[in-house]
């Protein structure tokens, strides 16, 4: 777990972002080059799109974050760590935010995961990995 990881915590919570569990503050790093990918997204109005003059109107409401995780080489109880801490229907997470320049919490909801094994009888895991996506967008 040597290296610094861009998520500080995974907390469960419910829809209304009530706490249903405690934090989970010692995920193993990620360690995949590409393993900690944020991106963001426009949540525009249904006044949103292409007028006839050609011009686009925006007309955007909020941006909600999304962040892919991936890590490699892990062991079972590792693989197991995350995919845990990843398994409520909502969960709150502190992470390392690039636009905002450092630390914020938001609320997530996880997409499909997998995890990927390589030798079973050592109990090492090739990758296992997923993507987060903000629950309740930041208003703009």
Same mark, same amino acid.
């Given at each position: 777990?040597?290296?610094?990881?861009?998520?500080? $915590?995974?907390?469960?919570?419910?829809?209304?972002?009530?706490?249903?569990? %405690?934090?989970?503050?010692?995920?193993?790093?990620?360690?995949?080059?590409?393993?900690?990918?944020?991106?963001?997204? *426009? !949540? %525009? $109005?249904?006044?949103?799109?292409?007028?006839? %003059?050609?011009?686009?109107?925006?007309?955007?409401?909020?941006?909600?974050?999304?962040?892919? +995780?991936?890590?490699?080489? +892990?062991?079972?109880?590792?693989? $197991?760590?995350?995919? =845990?801490?990843? $398994?409520?229907?909502?969960?709150?997470? /502190?992470?390392?935010?690039?636009? /905002?320049?450092?630390?914020?919490?938001?609320? @997530?909801?996880?997409?499909?995961?997998?995890?990927?094994?390589?030798?079973? *009888?050592?109990? +090492?895991?090739?990758?296992?990995? @997923?993507?987060? !996506?903000? =629950? *309740?967008?930041?208003? %703009?």
């Amino acid at each position: 777990m040597g290296l610094l990881s861009p998520i500080r $915590s995974v907390t469960p919570i419910a829809e209304d972002g009530t706490v249903l569990g %405690s934090a989970v503050t010692d995920l193993p790093s990620v360690v995949a080059e590409d393993g900690f990918a944020w991106g963001e997204s *426009d !949540i %525009s $109005s249904k006044k949103a799109g292409r007028r006839e %003059s050609l011009v686009m109107k925006k007309a955007r409401l909020g941006m909600s974050k999304t962040v892919t +995780l991936k890590w490699v080489n +892990l062991m079972t109880t590792e693989i $197991s760590a995350v995919l =845990q801490a990843f $398994s409520a229907e909502y969960v709150q997470v /502190e992470f390392l935010d690039p636009k /905002e320049g450092g630390w914020i919490t938001r609320n @997530f909801y996880v997409s499909d995961r997998e995890a990927v094994c390589f030798n079973s *009888d050592l109990g +090492l895991w090739k990758s296992a990995g @997923f993507t987060i !996506i903000q =629950q *309740d967008a930041d208003q %703009s």
